[in-house]
């Protein structure tokens, strides 16, 4: 498509091993994807290392606040408590990574009033953006609160969060729906639309993000690629791996115990190659409250419904990936960041 | 084993198609499988009904009181509520069986009095009863509520129940499950044992159950027994199969479209092939509230956690099984129910 | 009215200082109340303590098996969690009564298998019962799980339970109330009638009972009665009175800190002076979960309702007493126990 | 006090009748209570009526933005969801008020945003705000959740919200807590202070509000002022006696049927008379979820516990208050309103 048809790109994550995976995919292939700026929130580990960690992404591609602005955003979920997961990301988020400090700083603006302004600018301009968020969904909500109007800026959300079936964080739910459900609640509940109306809340679950796994084969390729941004891809899922070996569930499939699924990659990987990923139109119904809570309940057109009074609302599951084509993506688009 | 180490078995139901079928086949094994009595509660259908369809499988076997005594039980969840199936096994339960009115009767004594009598002698005399559950656990749990006891008297409940995974009455729910959320909590909670016991509770869920399925050749296997059971099993699963097609699930596996499940014969299918079916222990959590009410979470051994603060009970999960070995070994059992 | 219009009356009790208080005043009025038995339920204290101290009562009054059958019911409440009272009416329940050991036994039927076939009977007779209930719903409720049709059987139930502003046991919710919220639930839901009928469930709740409080000088009363029950209840409210001030609540009112509010007297109370109790129409809502578990939502014909999806049930709400009638009414019932 | 000790004021309020009353009063005593800015939030009616009618109060005080900035904060709670209560304060809010629409405008800053640079600057400065809330919390519980670190820059929060015994909105619920109960557990969680330290969160809830009530004496009292704010006040109060008779309830006080609760007022009623209201320490639990939504339960220091798991924070209950000096303070200062 031309590029005036680029619907302009922000990401709001959690950086985080696989987000920044996906960043760096996502700045390799930014004028492809109309990257315009990242937002970060706390989620993977605390807001200051989330913040520290896009910097420092940034920094290895060798961009600079002019050509890829970041906004610093909500320290904790809505209802103010916090659950990380540095257990698996390592204490600073990154481990493995080998990135530097980084010499920049983040905007003056709070991600929230950034979006709020920069969401109102597109619907004034006719032109709206595509959001894909990778960690709690906590910026997002919060400028819904205080601005709802902001929907009319917003093309459409792609979300890795949730899960169709089993949960990772508990048996039900998943780390990013987990953290904030009031706020996967809220943006869910203002992006609804009639069932005759193509979903805007495109869902990457784990029902996906599981088929799509790193093994110490594709480790190699990043490391082969002999830049930055390739080694410290290779160094976080090495690390990653060396950590997390995914159980085997009884009678359930799932992951390969020695590969690493790559979750925030994949909707990255979908916007580079558009025909790698089958999505199919459903509803979801995030569960907030009881041991579920964090759970994102998938009904599809002709199942079981997804029961309850809970706001059940209109979304994408995206459940079906070719997963060569993705990680092929994302290694192409990686290899394409410039050279520091 | 030699016939005296057999524990009893009581099996409580709610015919019910896949109940009636589950029935034919432990009566046609009766002697092998210990069968002493049978007790019936609401939950496919009415009680009414549920009552009438055990005693017309029992005619239709050609056994009467004296030979299983059958007790009607609680004609409603603990909470009063009511859902029934009546759209998936017909307005009577047997839909499709052709079988007539019962001649017989109950026994007088309310299932949950039987119940609560028979497992205070088993205690008494220490020869604890197996007791298999294909409905809602309403009868157990308003007998452990009257006399909590009775636990001493139970060597083990296998039931038909939950999922760890998705659900079918809803996204999150299994249908004995979600019909007596409350009953399934109380009966697991009675029954939790330490970690290092092996578990009482054995959960026959869907994650199992939907890998067993009948098509149109398994059902011809039927009507080519020639025995009244034998037709009516033949003649429910063809009028289930004509209104149920499991619809596919996009990325999740499950049932193929043309063949029914055989949720409760699975139980039976198990006891008369102890080797068909593996299980896993782990523990299990009955979401009472909220969209996912009805829900059973399950965690393995090295598997995420069922988060959250209500009970987490330690059961088997039956997760995989040899579905010809069972079919089989239930089409034999059928096939000794003796000639009307 | 006739003695032959008096329903035949029974009462659900968990002896507990005001329940012995109740019986002792119910027994000496038995004629008058048609009084055919009593049951008991784990509450203030365990079962056993219950079940002894009812017998320990009926002793005191010189009754015995054949006069005032006794019969012991669940032991733990419907969901098997427990909860009591031990603080308030001391280890055995009776602190200060002064009352040795019983002779007598409780009846062979659980209280639970009583009820049900007494109230089958009063359905059948066209002689419904009144029940009153001094402690956790649990035995109806689990009567009404059984076998729902014996509402049919009852008159009207007359609960000691809830309150129509604060509770005691928490800030939210009365004893009897938390200690088995869905047992209440359950019966009121089995109560409920249109708005044009009249209630029959008549709630007591603490808007009532904190405003009939004995004093030290009603406690001396009870004591120059020179009579056995007379002794056991001044001793055992000198006791209560010693262990539990009840604090006062800023700005609201509630029970002077040196008297003992009478909750389960209440009720006899108002049997024997009809005119003594003012009530009112209007709903309940029974509050299942979180931090209000146990509190009964009240509205009246013209408040504000009761809100939520959950049941809201039609009830007669007992707020305004005479609490000098209804001492002076039970003193003179306890006064005409019979000398042991 | 000298006036350089006087904690800078913020009014956050959602005008309403009440509200109005409480800004009227606020503004004739604006020095001696240090009055700086106004924020509003949707509430009694609609963003777009509370934010006109806090101009409209402005203009009829004479005042402009250099005197009084206002700033518009949330059109919705945290959930999304709407209430409002334009059945009690009339379809724009200030039915009777007789006030012409403004001539003026808010400040360009949303309300969350001016509240966290203010508070900011005042942690800097040393010099913390005292902020009265009179409507739902969304806006300072949006600032929490965009800037956690603004606590420091709160002296204290007095809230009208919240009941210590029975709701207005529903029977469990007042309405400012009903509307966005998770904005006021935000607020309070953030506020909590250990044991030994002194509430930070002032409530003043039904259970003092309710004991302030004007009659129609009252109401000429106000007329009689000759004023503009005094004949808007009369005619607001008029109006809502008109509409608005609240129901006696039975057995459980509250305020008389011909005479208005001043629930804001009070708030702004105790800053202007210091000793006409007590409070007692002790904790508050909001109730999120079921029929009891938004209710308030309160413990004291000597009472039964707020039970439960959910947030059970410090706060101080405002519950004993002198209506006839609170009523003469709030008359004096509404007289002082400079003419117009
Ligand atoms: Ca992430
Ligand atoms: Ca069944
Ligand atoms: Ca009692
Ligand atoms: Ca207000």
Known sequence: MPVAAIPPLIIDCDPGVDDAHALFAA??????????AVTVVAGNVGLGFTRANALRIRDATGLDAAALPIHAGCPAPLTGGTTD????????????????????????????????????RAAAQGRPVRLVTLGP????????????????????????????ARGNITSAAEFN???????????????????DVAPRLHVY?????????????EIARYAALGTVPGRAIA??????????????????GGAPADAAPLHDPCVIGHLLAPDAVAGVDGRMTVVL????????????????PAAG??????????????AAALMAALRDAVADCDPV
Chains 1, 2, 3, 4 share one sequence.
């Open 27 to 36: 700045i390799g292939a930014r004028q492809r994807l109309g990257l315009e």
């Open 85 to 120: 997961a540095a257990d698996i990301h390592g204490q600073d988020g990154l481990d493995g990574a080998g990135l530097p400090p980084s010499r920049g700083d983040v905007e003056p603006a709070h991600a929230v009033t950034f979006l709020i302004e920069r969401l109102r």
């Open 137 to 164: 969904l906590t910026n997002l909500a919060a400028a819904l609160i205080l601005a709802p109007d902001i929907v009319d800026g917003l093309l459409e959300v792609r979300a890795m969060v949730g899960s169709a």
């Open 177 to 195: 729906a987990f953290v904030d459900p009031e706020a996967l609640d809220r943006v869910a509940a203002a992006l609804d639309v009639p069932d």
């Open 205 to 217: 679950g784990l029902t996906l993000t599981h088929t799509v796994c790193a093994d110490a084969a």
């Open 235 to 252: 160094g976080m899922l090495g690390a990653y791996l060396s950590r997390h070996r995914t159980p085997p569930l009884p009678g359930m």
């Open 289 to 304: 409250r009881g041991p579920a809570r964090g759970q994102t309940l998938a009904s599809f057109g002709d199942g079981a």
């Open 309 to 322: 009074r809970a706001r059940d609302v209109r979304v994408r599951w995206m459940v079906d990936g070719d």
